[in-house]
């Protein structure tokens, strides 16, 4: 799958999150990988210093290590997930 660094995508990828009761937020912080996943609140954090893609990358890298529903996206989505997934990690975890 090819992804599309504009807005529209990060807005697809923001309503995933949504439609699993997970926060997307976008915040300073002292993050080693640029993100901050609060699993027992379903708040993800983000450098709001990084750019669209890094931003799009983030969301990319959290979506892979979550467990998603089935029964909860509709079908569309969940064919673009699968799609999605075999993508390689594409920020470094330190």
């Not at 529209?8 to 915040?27: A, D, G, N, P």
């Not at 002292?30 to 954090?45: E, T």
Request: charged residues 25%.
């Amino acid at each position: 799958m090819k992804i599309k660094y504009n807005q529209k995508f990060l807005e697809q990828i923001e309503s995933i999150f949504s439609t699993i009761e997970y926060q997307v937020r976008y915040e300073k912080g002292n993050f080693h990988a640029g993100y901050c996943l609060l699993i027992g609140q379903k708040i993800i954090v983000v450098n709001k210093y990084f750019t669209l893609e890094g931003r799009i990358n983030a969301l990319i890298d959290i979506l892979k290590k979550i467990d998603i529903p089935q029964e909860v996206i509709e079908q569309p989505e969940n064919d673009w997930l699968k799609a999605l997934k075999p993508i390689q990690n594409v920020l470094p975890l330190e």
